[in-house]
């Protein structure tokens, strides 16, 4: 007998369970199976591309800011666009419950691709506006990656979640690797159509998005078992109905059949959330763990120029930062899967936790650029030119691991309802939290340095860690 929609389990454990009989209905079948194995390499090939558009631009983007706005500017800039993903991440899981991953993805990187072509346009005529408006457009790549996770997850059984998610952001690593390190080529090719050195590499950028989200378009389809529907009231942040068809289960299934489910909207999701230990965990950590990243991130570059090193070595560290976010994420969701999402998240921590350390003491060693072009700069350079960018793999790590453990616990949660509203809720979330630690970066940068960046970074860490312990004395049902 179907679950009257109004019931909703009573802990975040309770849905899980749910979410394994569930998933059931949208895991992959002998019919639907092929169209689930097409779908996830689409997944893999678009997210690949996103990840060169995303990565051409993150090692010149605060550095274009800067040169237009000042320091300051550098972590404004930065802001702008993670303000930009969190303000999307809503609007486009409401349109993929309405219309399917298919219609949301793709739109995201249409949006993307016109907010390189925005970026392009300000280095050519040195307007920060129109470079803020860009940003603005290109962030929406941000969200849009990001639930291209949840996507992987909606073709995959519940045994497998944590393991597929991870295989289609681990498909990022190879153009995110390669992307930072485009700033040399991308100026190259940019002065060909006169674009300046720091805007090239946003050319790149919009070849990636356009043939990921065309890709997307072409060749995504939506599972069997998706629900599609129409809102018939109610609002974001509250509850309303939605009238929903079951899209059928394979050949002969489709029986067209209409039945009324609550809608709950992103606050309310939020709310169900804060009430149950697991779920407030995911949403906190995945907050938190996006925030101390994009904090110590955004500066990393700057801070490296202050100190006298070349852009090559900016792309570098910047591309062995993106690999550990990256590489090893299938190895991550392996340990979520098979030894739970707490120990994984724990151990994210512990990694950011070291990464800061080691920011904060490359730091202190770091010469100012005189010096560094001087007499006796070059054993300190060398040592804090390793730390720093040991520091930033490790950075990656962590919010590889801690993602990828929230993540497999929001997309187990099984009520139609509160499932898409609560990932595209939490996505929002992060991408705020990052927006304001990359709006902060900036000015702690300009006022303490690079050590009081790292400093504010250990902070964030707190009521991350206070979540886990919480969720991991939490009574079980």
């Known amino acids: 007998m179907e679950k009257p929609p109004s019931?909703?389990?009573?802990?975040?454990?309770?849905?899980?369970?749910?979410?394994?009989?569930?998933?059931?209905?949208?895991?992959?079948t002998p019919e639907n199976a092929p169209h689930s194995r097409r779908n996830l390499v689409v997944l893999v090939f678009s997210n690949l591309l996103a990840g060169v558009g995303v990565a051409s631009g993150a090692a010149v983007g605060a550095l274009l800011a800067e040169s237009l706005g000042g320091t300051s500017m550098a972590g404004l800039a930065q802001a702008v666009g993670v303000l930009a993903a969190a303000v999307a991440s809503i609007p486009l899981a409401t349109l993929a419950q309405l219309r399917g991953r298919r219609w949301a993805l793709s739109l995201g990187y249409a949006l993307s691709t016109v907010g390189a072509l925005l970026i392009v346009t300000a280095a050519v005529l040195g307007q920060l506006v129109v470079l803020l408006v860009?940003?603005?457009?290109?962030?929406?790549?941000?969200?849009?990656?990001?639930?291209?996770?949840?996507?992987?997850?909606?073709?995959?059984?519940?045994?497998?979640?944590?393991?597929?998610?991870?295989?289609?952001?681990?498909?990022?690593?190879?153009?995110?690797?390669?992307?930072?390190?485009?700033?040399a080529p991308g100026a190259v090719v940019g002065s060909g159509f006169g674009v300046p050195d720091l805007g090239g590499p946003y050319l790149f950028s919009v070849v990636a998005y356009l043939l990921a989200g065309l890709l997307l378009a072409a060749l995504y389809r939506d599972p069997a078992g998706a629900v599609v529907g129409r809102v018939t009231g109610g609002g974001a942040a509250g509850h309303g109905r939605t009238t929903s068809r079951a899209v059928g289960q394979g050949r002969g299934h489709d029986d067209g059949a209409l039945r009324a489910e609550p809608r709950t909207g992103a606050l309310a999701a939020l709310r169900w959330a804060s009430a149950h230990p697991r779920a407030r965990f995911a949403v906190v950590t995945t907050a938190v763990a996006h925030s101390v990243m994009i904090m110590v991130m955004v500066m990393t570059p700057v801070h490296m120029q202050h100190g006298g090193m070349s852009l090559q070595l900016v792309g570098i560290v910047i591309s062995l930062h993106v690999l550990g976010m990256f590489a090893l994420s299938p190895v991550f969701g392996w340990l979520a899967d098979r030894f739970g999402p707490l120990r994984v998240a724990v151990g994210g921590m512990v990694l950011q936790g070291a990464a800061v350390t080691l920011g904060f003491t490359a730091?202190?060693?770091?010469p100012a650029a005189g010096v560094h072009a001087g007499h006796g700069a070059t054993g300190p350079a060398i040592n804090t030119?390793?730390?720093?960018?040991?520091?930033?793999?490790?950075?990656?790590?962590?919010?590889?691991?801690?993602?990828?453990?929230?993540?497999?616990?929001?997309a187990s949660v099984a009520e139609p309802h509160v499932?898409?509203?609560?990932?595209?809720?939490?996505?929002?979330?992060?991408?705020?939290?990052?927006?304001?630690?990359?709006?902060?970066?900036?000015?702690?940068?300009?006022?303490?340095?690079?050590q009081a960046v790292n400093t504010a970074g250990a902070i964030l860490l707190v009521p991350a860690v206070v979540t886990v312990i919480l969720a991991a004395r939490a009574p079980k049902p």
């Open 7 to 28: 019931e909703v389990p009573a802990t975040v454990e309770g849905a899980v369970n749910t979410a394994d009989e569930a998933a059931e209905s949208v895991a992959p």
């Open 385 to 410: 030119e390793v730390l720093t960018a040991v520091a930033l793999v490790l950075l990656g790590l962590g919010w590889s691991a801690c993602v990828i453990a929230s993540s497999a616990v929001l």
């Open 134 to 183: 860009g940003l603005t457009l290109y962030g929406v790549a941000n969200a849009t990656n990001l639930q291209s996770r949840y996507a992987a997850a909606d073709n995959a059984g519940s045994g497998t979640r944590a393991r597929t998610m991870s295989i289609v952001l681990w498909s990022t690593t190879v153009g995110s690797v390669v992307g930072p390190n485009l700033a």
């Open 419 to 450: 499932k898409l509203p609560l990932q595209g809720a939490t996505d929002a979330l992060m991408n705020y939290f990052g927006a304001g630690s990359a709006a902060l970066a900036g000015p702690l940068l300009a006022w303490g340095g690079f």
């Open 363 to 366: 730091a202190a060693l770091t």
